[in-house]
């Protein structure tokens, strides 16, 4: 889905249609956490991420990502229900 017509001063986006669980709200929190994230946080963060076993971690051909954003989705949709 495409992105919302939202200007926040920093960016424009086209519509306020927003990925499954996701909102404007969940979206600029996430940004405030990156922006303000030291780098010993992101490297710890990283680390975590990398050693959660519950997760992998692949090389993706960038033409061949939406289709793994489309599984997720898919996966995610499932499991919610």
């Not at 926040?8 to 969940?26: A, H, S, T, V, Y």
């Not at 692949?58 to 499932?78: A, D, G, S, W, Y």
Request: hydrophobic share 35%.
């Amino acid at each position: 889905m495409p992105i919302g017509d939202v200007d926040d001063g920093e960016c424009k986006m086209k519509n306020k249609q927003f990925p499954l669980g996701w909102n404007e709200e969940r979206i600029k929190k996430v940004t405030a956490h990156y922006e303000n994230q030291t780098e010993e946080d992101a490297l710890i963060e990283d680390e975590a991420a990398f050693n959660d076993r519950s997760h992998t971690m692949m090389e993706v051909p960038n033409e061949l990502v939406p289709i793994f954003r489309e599984l997720i989705t898919k996966h995610q949709v499932e499991k919610a229900m």
